[in-house]
């Protein structure tokens, strides 16, 4: 087994160690063996597979936005919040007030992915540390007061992770001085002109990132944000339809000791995890991306037998339910215009197709309906 310097453990006039990253890259580079460069090939010839058939969905964007919810619940639940895709979705449109509290976790998720994706079509995706302060700012401003994270700046004190301080921390990453040189390391590899392969090198950035941990909070799921749109700003994705969050959450355990390891020097342990998860996501996104092909076709043959008015009146609707597929008779109001008789006239049409179900069958009174099949695609996996 080959293993690369990262850094070492030194200690400090605190009395603790901290962990002080060498120079980055390391100057005799990486070197994998033949099964991880297999790997990634495999890994390779996968997410390109995703990215063209992905191009043949009508309404790319209505889809985007529900993967776009999926990674941010498993981030965020990575860290220990407990509300769900389905919670941030009920919360976003106002279906249900008695939310969990934590969602406002994925809700600030989903704000700084949009507005990376934003930023990044606008202004010549300017992927930078900048670009990164700028995305933990979004994730973190006005989040829950139960945050202290000093949104959008690099942190100018010790952190650690678990423990109470940190001489009894399970790591500690580099003090302040330390961490700054790391980042400008870091910022440079963006831009190296190497032979690494672009799939690996994504990997080695979000490891580096999280050893370098520079922010008091928030640095995984601002790290977990960079690898997609690393492999965005390199055109390895046309559209940003890879989010390996749910790999990491379901593998829980094996992700954070694998970024221990890559600490230790152990870097294509990591890498070997790592490709893992870009080979299993992207294969269930391919069948995620036909599923929803069959379902829209499904639902959209189903339309056709209604006749002319009420399919136009169902196709005012049936688009929005891809972004939005928890509902109520307020929603379908506002995306037709149609008084509130005639909303619920569409959402008896759309019970009677199967399409919406009654979410509280309990409920007599500003009942909610949901897309169940739709949203069952987007189900994690047991």
Do not use: C
């Not at 520079?214 to 690898?227: A, E, Q, S, V, W």
């Not at 893992?276 to 991306?289: L, N």
């Not at 189903?302 to 002319?308: F, P, R, V």
């Amino acid at each position: 087994m080959q293993l690369n310097t990262i850094g070492i453990e030194r200690k400090q006039p605190q009395g603790f160690n901290a962990f002080i990253p060498s120079k980055f890259p390391p100057k005799d580079g990486f070197m994998f063996n033949a099964s991880i460069v297999k790997k990634a090939s495999e890994a390779t010839r996968l997410v390109g597979k995703l990215d063209g058939i992905t191009k043949l969905l009508p309404d790319l964007d209505f889809f985007l936005l529900m993967y776009l919810r999926k990674d941010a619940a498993a981030s965020s639940q990575i860290e220990g919040t407990m509300a769900t895709m389905i919670d941030a979705i009920e919360a976003e449109v106002g279906t249900n007030t008695n939310v969990p509290a934590d969602v406002d976790d994925i809700l600030h998720y989903i704000k700084a992915l949009r507005y990376g994706m934003d930023r990044a079509k606008k202004d010549n995706f300017p992927f930078s540390l900048r670009f990164i302060r700028e995305l933990h700012g979004q994730l973190m401003s006005k989040a829950r007061s139960t945050h202290f994270a000093d949104p959008g700046e690099f942190r100018k004190s010790q952190n650690w992770i678990g423990g109470t301080r940190p001489d009894n921390a399970r790591y500690v990453p580099p003090p302040v001085a330390d961490m700054h040189i790391a980042l400008d390391d870091l910022e440079k590899y963006f831009y190296s002109d190497d032979a690494m392969l672009t799939i690996i090198k994504s990997g080695i950035l979000h490891a580096q990132f999280e050893t370098i941990h520079p922010f008091l909070d928030g640095n995984g799921r601002t790290g977990r944000m960079l690898i997609t749109f690393f492999l965005w700003h390199e055109q390895f994705l046309e559209h940003p339809v890879l989010f390996l969050s749910s790999y990491f959450k379901r593998h829980q355990e094996v992700y954070y000791e694998k970024l221990m390891a890559y600490h230790r020097g152990n870097v294509s342990a990591w890498v070997d995890f790592y490709l893992e998860g870009v080979i299993e996501i992207a294969s269930e996104a391919i069948v995620t991306v036909d599923k929803i092909t069959k379902l829209r076709e499904q639902d959209m043959r189903k339309i056709q037998k209604l006749g002319k008015r009420a399919a136009e009146s169902a196709m005012l609707v049936m688009p929005r339910l891809y972004t939005q597929p928890i509902v109520n008779a307020s929603a379908i109001q506002k995306w037709t215009g149609f008084s509130r008789p005639g909303a619920q006239e569409i959402i008896h049409r759309f019970m009677k197709m199967n399409v919406l179900t009654p979410k509280d069958k309990d409920v007599t009174y500003g009942q909610s309906y949901i897309y169940q099949e739709y949203l069952d695609i987007f189900s994690e996996r047991k």
